[in-house]
């Protein structure tokens, strides 16, 4: 059977396509490169043995996603993750992100319904909750749904509304949303990981090139927060755990298990870390001090949100299952893997 991943060259996009080949699917990726690499082929390739099918097109233009569609009338299911996110450029340029994220998803569900193809599974993000009130935590899908705190967050949520109104609209059609709380590390190979271009905002990536020198310091953005040690909480996933989610997605699709035809879970943990429990954790594993200092807040950061996965787990019979120190340990070879000294001694990688 052939899938279509959107953004297939991408962080959770490539360690989705080697798990989708993994079980014998057929890979087709198709991904502009706006911030990703075409050398994750040969990465991927590199895994699985199988180099997946790529073309290299912005979705965001109907013509080209029709033409696609036209030559690939015998797509399964389609995994759509290409989009822009970045919250802070999302602040700064938001018709960017409300054209590319949402044109390609409507550009996408036309031409579902044009070529009679059913099955969608849709990156969306915990985002969608903000932060929830008190009562809602560990926050289950049920919790509602916060105004956005940025267009990025917005796409997610008109996304899901798109998604939901199309279904009811053309029959045939149904999707599943998948709402990431916080995906990090990497491929046990340390082949592919998370490669953000130029200095990341996320926090593990920060961590791992702080702890490789290429930053000086990792800036934790505020430890007044009221939580047991001041610093914000997340519920951390590994990446792996993840895309095996992606895969038991289609596949509840494709079998014909779901309950309706739009479906949305949680992919978490459902244990939330500290900015200082990742940072302990690194140390821990790696060996390496990191250099840190504690400074204001980051303007839109939440202060807690972690999941409830009770429901992915019982209706997918899914559940993430790699603790914190993997997450941290595979980020960090990941990130010396691609540096290009694999065997390094850590001991002269103490930060700067
Ligand atoms: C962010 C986005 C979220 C998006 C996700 C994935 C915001 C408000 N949210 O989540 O919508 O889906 O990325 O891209 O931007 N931290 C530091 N120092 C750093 C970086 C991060 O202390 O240099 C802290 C943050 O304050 C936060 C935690 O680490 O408490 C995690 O931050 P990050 O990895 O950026 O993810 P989120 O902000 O949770």
Not at 31 to 54: H, M, Q, W, Y
Not at 279 to 304: H, M, P, Q, T
Request: some cysteine; overall charge negative.
């Amino acid at each position: 059977m052939k899938i279509l991943v959107t953004g297939g060259t991408g962080y959770i996009g490539s360690h989705t396509v080697i798990e989708l080949q993994n079980k014998g699917y057929e890979v087709v990726i198709v991904d502009a490169l706006f911030n990703s690499r075409i050398e994750t082929l040969d990465a991927i390739e590199k895994i699985s043995g199988v180099r997946p099918e790529f073309e290299s097109f912005d979705l965001s233009d109907q013509r080209l996603t029709d033409d696609f569609f036209a030559r690939h009338n015998d797509i399964s299911g389609i995994i759509h993750f290409a989009a822009h996110k970045a919250v802070g450029e999302s602040v700064n340029q938001p018709i960017k992100y409300y054209r590319n994220n949402l044109d390609s998803l409507m550009n996408i569900i036309e031409c579902m319904s044009k070529y009679r193809i059913s099955n969608l599974v849709f990156s969306s993000s915990c985002t969608v909750y903000g932060q929830p009130d008190a009562e809602h935590l560990p926050v289950s899908e049920k919790a509602p749904i916060k105004k956005a705190e940025s267009p990025y967050g917005n796409t997610k949520q008109i996304a899901e509304e798109i998604i939901s109104e199309s279904i009811a609209a053309y029959p045939g059609l149904r999707a599943i949303a998948l709402r990431y709380f916080n995906p990090v590390g990497a491929h046990d190979s340390a082949m592919i990981g998370e490669l953000p271009l130029g200095v990341p905002n996320n926090l593990m990536p920060y961590i791992t090139q702080t702890g490789y020198g290429i930053r000086e310091c990792l800036k934790v953005y505020g430890n007044d927060y009221q939580t047991p040690d001041g610093t914000p909480i997340r519920d951390y996933i590994h990446i792996m755990d993840l895309a095996k989610a992606h895969v038991v997605a289609v596949e509840r699709m494709i079998n014909e298990k779901m309950k309706n035809d739009f479906e949305i879970f949680n992919l978490g943990t459902g244990t939330g870390y500290s900015v200082l429990d990742v940072i302990r954790s690194f140390e821990k594993v790696s060996g390496v001090k990191l250099n840190y200092e504690i400074v204001g807040r980051r303007a839109g950061d939440i202060e807690k949100v972690w999941a409830d996965p009770t429901y992915s787990n019982n209706e997918l019979g899914w559940k993430a299952e790699r603790g914190l120190d993997e997450m941290t340990l595979s980020a960090w070879k990941w990130e010396k893997a691609y540096r290009g000294i694999t065997s390094m001694d850590e001991s002269t990688t103490s930060a700067k």
